[in-house]
């Protein structure tokens, strides 16, 4: 990127037919060095008036696909599975608590297939079977959050999807079993900001502002839905199936860089999860997609080299902006959508995965260089003949 601005330099004040198509060959060649998003991806939110905002990062996991390519969840190296024993004090529960990474499986059965987070029906020394994966980008500022997910109907577990920096910075959706109704058709999720005064309460969000129980039009154990979470600065967002379920602002907002956690829980708290499950509990995952900021300065850096704007964000060369597709209940298409499958709209962006076609075209910049150089060359020749 760099290079090319240089080149921008020779633009001739004269002009010949040959020196024309010189330039004519050089830009085409820098054209193709080039790949799409560079300065980063947007969406528009849709509360009066509208929003416009640019994000730099790009994390996509495609559990459904990776499925039938990579028999264990272990080599993605966008994801950590995490493994730690609670005892039910520090579980603040009937049971403790033991994250282990057998418990996370990638499973490949047609429809069903994704991520699958596990709790067990048997306690192991007092301690129920749970499962918790993170990102490995701990960088994630502010962001769109998205993930698909189809939650059990086994009684007895919380289902949380949640960005966290620290206790009291943390933007939860958690989903208990327990709640839901089919009787009634009652399916709440419980939309939380971990803040300062919830810390005074005791770690009981509920009795804050920054709580709010919000219930789903649909059975959330049927099928896979989106639930999203928007952190932006000053205002969180919730989503479910890109329908706005709550909005919340102020203090509670958090500050600080965080990461992703899918968690899948149960410690026989029958004020929450209660449980542990009567039968093992699955949380199945098909995909999560974040566009975010990152706090990293070197990440800063890599935009501002590659945006081919020369870093003011303004994205005014063509498609190096992309619009972040919508999932919408009215148009689910959007689920099928990886900007990381596309070959070249996730050029610098730390994905597990890529497929071989993204490495062709970064290979293919490669060249596309080389090639500059000589006609750059040829051009300096041109001018000292
Ligand atoms: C990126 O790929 C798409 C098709 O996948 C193509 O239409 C577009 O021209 C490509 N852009 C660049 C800069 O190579
Ligand atoms: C994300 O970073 C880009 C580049 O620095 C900036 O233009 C944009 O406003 C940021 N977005 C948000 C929501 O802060
Ligand atoms: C958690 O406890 C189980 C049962 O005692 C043990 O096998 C496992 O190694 C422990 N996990 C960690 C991370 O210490
Ligand atoms: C979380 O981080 C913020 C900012 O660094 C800090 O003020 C707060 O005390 C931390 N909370 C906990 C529970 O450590
Ligand atoms: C549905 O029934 C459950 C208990 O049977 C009750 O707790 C819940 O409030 C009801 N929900 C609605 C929306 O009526
Ligand atoms: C459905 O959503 C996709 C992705 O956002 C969009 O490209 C397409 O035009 C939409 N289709 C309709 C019929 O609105
Ligand atoms: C992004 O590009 C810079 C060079 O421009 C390179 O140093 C860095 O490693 C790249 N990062 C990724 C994730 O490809």
């Given at each position: 990127?760099?290079?090319?601005?240089?080149?921008?330099?020779?633009?001739?004040?004269?002009?010949?037919?040959?020196?024309?198509?010189?330039?004519?060959?050089?830009?085409?060649?820098?054209?193709?060095?080039?790949?799409?998003?560079?300065?980063?991806y947007s969406y528009s939110y849709t509360t009066q008036p509208a929003k416009h905002h640019v994000f730099?990062?790009?994390?996509?996991?495609?559990?459904?696909?990776?499925?039938?390519?990579?028999?264990?969840?272990?080599?993605?190296?966008?994801?950590?599975?995490?493994?730690?024993?609670?005892?039910?004090?520090?579980?603040?529960?009937?049971?403790?608590?033991?994250?282990?990474?057998?418990?996370?499986?990638?499973?490949?059965?047609?429809?069903?297939?994704?991520?699958?987070?596990?709790?067990?029906?048997?306690?192991?020394?007092?301690?129920?079977?749970?499962?918790?994966?993170?990102?490995?980008?701990?960088?994630?500022?502010t962001g769109t959050?998205?993930?698909?997910?189809?939650?059990?109907?086994?009684?007895?577990?919380?289902?949380?999807?949640?960005?966290?920096?620290?206790?009291?910075?943390?933007?939860?959706?958690?989903?208990?079993?327990?709640?839901?109704?089919?009787?009634?058709?009652?399916?709440?999720?419980?939309?939380?900001?971990?803040?300062?005064?919830?810390?005074?309460?005791?770690?009981?969000?509920?009795?804050?502002?920054?709580?709010?129980?919000?219930?789903?039009?649909?059975?959330?154990?049927?099928?896979?839905?989106?639930?999203?979470?928007d952190y932006l600065p000053g205002t969180v967002f919730?989503y479910?199936?890109?329908?706005l379920?709550?909005q919340?602002d102020?203090?509670?907002?958090?500050?600080?860089?965080?990461?992703?956690?899918?968690?899948?829980?149960?410690?026989?708290?029958?004020?929450?999860?209660?449980?542990?499950?009567?039968?093992?509990?699955?949380?199945?995952?098909?995909?999560?997609?974040?566009y975010?900021?990152?706090?990293?300065?070197?990440?800063?850096?890599?935009?501002?080299?590659?945006?081919?704007?020369?870093?003011?964000?303004?994205?005014?060369?063509?498609?190096?902006?992309?619009r972040i597709?919508e999932?919408?209940?009215?148009?689910?298409?959007?689920?099928?959508?990886?900007?990381?499958?596309?070959?070249?709209?996730?050029?610098?962006?730390?994905?597990?995965?890529?497929?071989?076609?993204?490495?062709?075209?970064?290979?293919?910049?490669?060249?596309?260089?080389?090639?500059?150089?000589?006609?750059?060359?040829?051009?300096?020749?041109?001018?000292?003949?």
């Open positions: 990127m760099l290079g090319r601005r240089r080149w921008r330099w020779l633009i001739p004040p004269a002009s010949s037919s040959s020196t024309i198509f010189l330039l004519s060959l050089l830009l085409s060649s820098s054209g193709s060095v080039s790949a799409d998003c560079e300065c980063g730099t990062e790009v994390t996509e996991s495609n559990f459904a696909r990776l499925s039938g390519e990579v028999s264990s969840i272990r080599t993605n190296t966008d994801w950590i599975r995490q493994a730690f024993n609670l005892t039910a004090e520090e579980a603040r529960g009937d049971y403790g608590e033991m994250f282990a990474v057998e418990n996370i499986q990638l499973q490949n059965d047609g429809g069903d297939g994704g991520l699958r987070l596990t709790v067990g029906s048997s306690l192991v020394q007092d301690m129920v079977p749970t499962a918790e994966i993170d990102t490995a980008r701990m960088d994630m500022t959050f998205r993930a698909s997910i189809k939650l059990t109907g086994v009684p007895g577990t919380c289902a949380a999807f949640f960005w966290y920096y620290n206790d009291t910075q943390e933007i939860d959706m958690e989903f208990l079993s327990k709640d839901f109704n089919p009787q009634n058709k009652s399916y709440p999720v419980n939309l939380v900001l971990q803040s300062p005064q919830a810390a005074r309460m005791g770690y009981d969000a509920s009795k804050t502002n920054n709580f709010l129980k919000a219930y789903l039009p649909f059975d959330p154990t049927l099928d896979f839905h989106e639930y999203r979470i919730f479910a199936d890109g329908v379920l709550a919340m102020g203090a509670a907002v958090p500050s600080s860089p965080g990461h992703l956690v899918l968690r899948h829980w149960s410690n026989g708290n029958k004020l929450w999860s209660g449980g542990p499950p009567p039968v093992d509990a699955i949380m199945k995952v098909r995909y999560v997609k974040a975010f900021n990152s706090s990293a300065p070197q990440r800063h850096e890599d935009w501002a080299r590659r945006c081919r704007d020369g870093g003011t964000g303004t994205g005014t060369a063509a498609n190096s902006i992309c597709p999932l919408t209940v009215a148009n689910v298409s959007a689920k099928d959508w990886f900007f990381s499958e596309k070959g070249n709209m996730t050029n610098n962006q730390t994905i597990y995965g890529l497929d071989s076609g993204a490495a062709g075209r970064r290979q293919s910049g490669r060249r596309g260089a080389v090639w500059a150089l000589i006609l750059a060359t040829g051009w300096w020749a041109l001018m000292f003949a």
